[in-house]
């Protein structure tokens, strides 16, 4: 009997653990909200994993929110994350708890994998995954597999400079991506202009209805959104786009994007690069890891 494999998709907002099938089939899961202190993410990942044991499994992948060293196995550096995390052996670690081999790489990286072979991808040779949440992420996968870089670091889109000068990131540089067109800056710029405090959801809802302040912040972010999208388009021509994260469920704001991307791009065959929602939804990055190797 094929032995089922745990992928676990440790994002800034939430953690997410499934036991996978070989079939790409999430055969039961556990979300929960991702704690704020490095020790107690460490807690919650090992209590999840022997929730969900069950049998003999052949591995355990771990999808996390930060540029992932994979020789070291290591959290390198991350935005949105606790810096706790930074250095810490987490394969080392589970090893010697779990006694089974351990996986790691960046989130976004196993969003894109997992769409690319069970998801959105499937037909395609060369995707671009973009993980829209509270912050920015991407996966270039190419003939099914990660493009890595030197450093594993390709496909951290989050970071390309859009606005000269612009707004502080929480990498510490300005004028990023990240910065104009994810969660966390949508709920920065509506508290900017009410000086309220909203979520994401509860900004979609007011935008929803009509409500000016929403309605300022969704056009600025879905405008950016177009841009870092066509630069992607423009730079690496992809077969298509797939977009994830919870910001990819808010339709409105897609379409907006969508609807303004074509003025940035620079040939008449890039505007036939399709832009697609993520078929797996919030399994993707749990089956992604789950085919780490």
């Known amino acids: 009997m094929p032995k089922n494999i745990i992928g676990l998709d440790i994002g800034a907002t939430k953690i997410r653990?499934?036991?996978?099938?070989?079939?790409?089939?999430?055969?039961?899961?556990?979300?929960?909200?991702?704690p704020k202190k490095a020790a107690d993410v460490l807690s919650a990942i090992s209590y999840g994993i022997e929730k969900l044991y069950s049998g003999e499994i052949e591995k355990i992948?771990?999808?996390?929110?930060g540029q992932i060293d994979q020789k070291k196995n290591l959290v390198n550096f991350s935005t949105n994350f606790p810096q706790g995390l930074n250095d810490v052996p987490l394969k080392k670690i589970l090893e010697e708890k779990f006694k089974y081999p351990v996986f790691i790489d960046n989130d976004a990286h196993c969003f894109a994998l997992g769409e690319a072979i069970a998801?959105?991808?499937?037909?395609?040779?060369?995707?671009?995954g973009v993980t829209l949440g509270t912050g920015i992420g991407g996966g270039i996968i190419i003939d099914k597999k990660v493009l890595k870089g030197k450093n594993n670091t390709a496909g951290e889109i989050g970071h390309q400079i859009i606005k000269v000068n612009g707004r502080k990131c929480d990498c510490g540089k300005s004028?990023?991506?990240?910065?104009?067109?994810?969660?966390?800056?949508?709920?920065?710029?509506?508290?900017?202009?009410?000086?309220?405090d909203k979520d994401t959801f509860?900004?979609?809802?007011?935008?929803?209805?009509?409500?000016?302040?929403?309605?300022?912040?969704?056009?600025?972010?879905?405008?950016?959104?177009?841009?870092?999208?066509?630069?992607?388009?423009?730079i690496l021509n992809p077969e298509a786009i797939v977009?994830?994260?919870?910001?990819?469920?808010?339709?409105?704001?897609?379409?907006?994007?969508?609807?303004?991307?074509?003025?940035?791009?620079i040939t008449p065959h890039l505007k036939q690069t399709p832009i697609l929602i993520s078929k797996l939804n919030d399994n993707a990055g749990m089956i992604g890891a789950s085919l780490l190797k």
Do not use: R
Not at 61 to 65: E, F, I, R
Not at 119 to 128: D, R, T
């Open 243 to 265: 977009l994830g994260g919870g910001l990819s469920n808010f339709k409105k704001f897609i379409d907006l994007a969508k609807s303004e991307i074509n003025k940035y791009l």
């Open 17 to 34: 653990i499934g036991l996978i099938s070989k079939q790409f089939k999430v055969i039961k899961k556990q979300t929960f909200p991702t």
């Open 202 to 234: 509860e900004i979609e809802q007011l935008f929803i209805k009509g409500e000016e302040n929403a309605k300022l912040v969704v056009e600025e972010s879905s405008h950016y959104l177009a841009i870092g999208l066509s630069n992607l388009i423009n």
């Open 61 to 65: 992948g771990l999808g996390v929110a």
């Open 119 to 128: 998801g959105q991808g499937k037909k395609f040779n060369f995707i671009i």
């Open 175 to 196: 004028g990023c991506f990240e910065a104009y067109a994810s969660g966390s800056a949508m709920v920065k710029s509506y508290k900017k202009l009410s000086g309220q």
